[in-house]
């Protein structure tokens, strides 16, 4: 496999992406600069490091604009400068109707397929139109002079850029990542077909389109199917014909750094950690279950202790068999809708506590915060079950992180099959977590399961992760990106379409 910075080979690399690498926070006089949690950001750094790009993002810190330039730069990592930050500005509209209003109660509920909390305010529209504006004239400016550049678009804050960019630089290979679902056509036309049609002639601005599974990849083909008269589509190549350009649309399943969280879970702080929290929460023989999510609806966090609270009604035997773990951090609290979710799970989690708890015995443990990722590794490695309970999800980056922190191999993963990473990984217990029933008894299954069969099941996955990484994601992507169009010979202007 050839380097990452081989396979940019030299054009000019710019990310664009809704959250930015690197955030200056001002508090109490202090000026700090954070890192966003998650797994992308720490991989698309280093392929940033390698390649000297510029990364254009909306500038989130209360400090950003006193870190950088006239033009919005900043040049980054700050300890060590290897590329560029191309901030761009929003005001506090914007960021509502942009982020809060069109991006999360609009695109996030119909790709999820949650019709009860789609919004789509023409309003909100509008700021999303204006704001992918202004993303796509940043990078038309930093991709100035470039002979050849490449530009990928990440997710759906940006539906429209790509259309915008190809007019502005036409020469451009332009790619995007789509990293949560795509529903069928009867769900997306719920969208106002004026929105509809334009986001997805947006996308087809791009010359390949990647999703995170075969089946978000044919939901899109099927919506413009549906929805571009002039588009033609060869479903075989899996590419569309439309103004006459080709978009090529695929599938890449997400990753992780697989070795960077087995490391995590392998430092002896970690171990101490794990064997504290097992002494802790597993006497008596008794099994540690753990979930990690943002609070969101799309989750199933409701549904997973509804289905806790059926299993120790049905099941008494069961009470004093099992400590869960809930670590679940706030999450775009400034949506009504969030916000009353972390108040139901609260709530729902002390019902559950008073009504099964014993003297030596509390059934469920809330951690409401975000967890540093050290101490998530020693609590994933703890466990002797993962419950992922989505009821939609582009990927789900927990399953993995589970897997590659199962360094001591007793743990089982219990997946939704809703779950993009259900696809992918065999050697789970794959779970419908609509089914209440169903999912009550597959936890009471999941806890008589023999520690040989969780041995082997876990053995099985991690070694499939281990030849699939993020790093392995990102190969696959900017190869299949390079062979759409290889890099015309030195001195040869690129084609103009
Ligand atoms: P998310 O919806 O955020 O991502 P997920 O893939 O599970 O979902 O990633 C969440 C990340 O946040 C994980 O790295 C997890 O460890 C971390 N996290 C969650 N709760 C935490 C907590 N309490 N403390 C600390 N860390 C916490 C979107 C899509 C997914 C897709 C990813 C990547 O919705 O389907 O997998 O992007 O493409």
Not at 102 to 120: I, K, T
Request: net charge negative; hydrophobic share 45%.
């Amino acid at each position: 496999m050839p380097e990452l910075s081989e396979l940019v080979g030299g054009r000019r690399l710019i990310l664009v992406s809704n959250r930015e690498p690197y955030e200056h926070v001002r508090s109490g006089g202090v000026t700090e600069i954070r890192r966003p949690p998650g797994g992308l950001v720490s991989a698309l750094d280093p392929l940033m490091r390698r390649t000297n790009g510029v990364w254009v993002a909306w500038g989130s810190g209360n400090a950003d604009r006193d870190a950088a330039d006239r033009s919005g730069h900043v040049p980054v990592p700050p300890e060590d400068p290897s590329y560029v930050l191309r901030r761009v500005w929003l005001d506090e509209s914007e960021i509502e109707g942009y982020y809060q209003g069109f991006a999360n109660s609009a695109l996030w509920p119909l790709c999820h397929m949650f019709a009860q909390h789609f919004e789509p305010r023409s309003d909100d529209w509008e700021k999303y139109r204006l704001v992918n504006e202004r993303f796509a004239q940043a990078v038309a400016e930093e991709a100035a002079g470039a002979a050849d550049p490449v530009i990928w678009i990440q997710d759906y804050h940006l539906a429209l850029v790509s259309a915008t960019v190809r007019t502005l630089v036409p020469g451009a290979l332009i790619h995007q990542f789509w990293h949560i679902p795509f529903p069928p056509p009867d769900i997306f036309q719920l969208m106002p077909s004026a929105m509809g049609v334009a986001l997805l002639r947006g996308m087809l601005g791009n010359d390949l389109l990647e999703f995170q599974t075969e089946r978000a990849a044919r939901n899109f083909l099927a919506c413009v199917d549906e929805l571009i008269p002039d588009a033609r589509i060869d479903p075989e190549r899996q590419q569309v014909q439309s103004e006459g350009r080709t978009t090529t649309v695929r599938a890449f399943p997400i990753s992780i750094d697989v070795q960077y969280y087995e490391g995590l879970a392998e430092e002896p702080a970690a171990a101490e950690l794990a064997a504290k929290l097992r002494d802790r929460y597993t006497k008596k023989g008794r099994q540690l279950a753990v979930s990690v999510d943002r609070v969101d609806y799309t989750k199933g966090i409701l549904e997973r202790l509804r289905a806790l609270d059926l299993m120790w009604d049905r099941h008494r035997e069961l009470r004093e068999c099992l400590v869960f773990l809930i670590v679940a951090t706030p999450s775009r609290s400034a949506l009504a809708v969030y916000k009353q979710l972390e108040e139901q799970v609260v709530e729902q989690v002390e019902r559950i506590n008073a009504k099964y708890r014993t003297r030596g015995w509390t059934p469920i443990v809330l951690i409401p915060e975000n967890v540093s990722a050290d101490r998530l590794a020693a609590i994933y490695r703890a466990a002797d079950l993962c419950l992922v309970s989505s009821l939609q999800d582009g990927m789900n980056l927990v399953a993995k992180e589970f897997i590659a922190c199962q360094v001591d191999e007793r743990g089982l993963l219990l997946l939704s099959r809703f779950a993009g990473a259900a696809e992918e990984i065999e050697g789970a217990t794959l779970i419908n977590p609509f089914n209440i029933d169903g999912l009550a008894d597959g936890l009471k299954a999941a806890l008589a399961t023999p520690l040989a069969e969780r041995r082997a099941r876990m053995a099985r996955m991690r070694y499939d992760l281990h030849g699939a990484t993020i790093f392995d994601w990102l190969r696959s992507i900017l190869t299949a990106a390079n062979e759409l169009r290889p890099r015309p010979p030195a001195g040869v202007r690129p084609a103009r379409v």
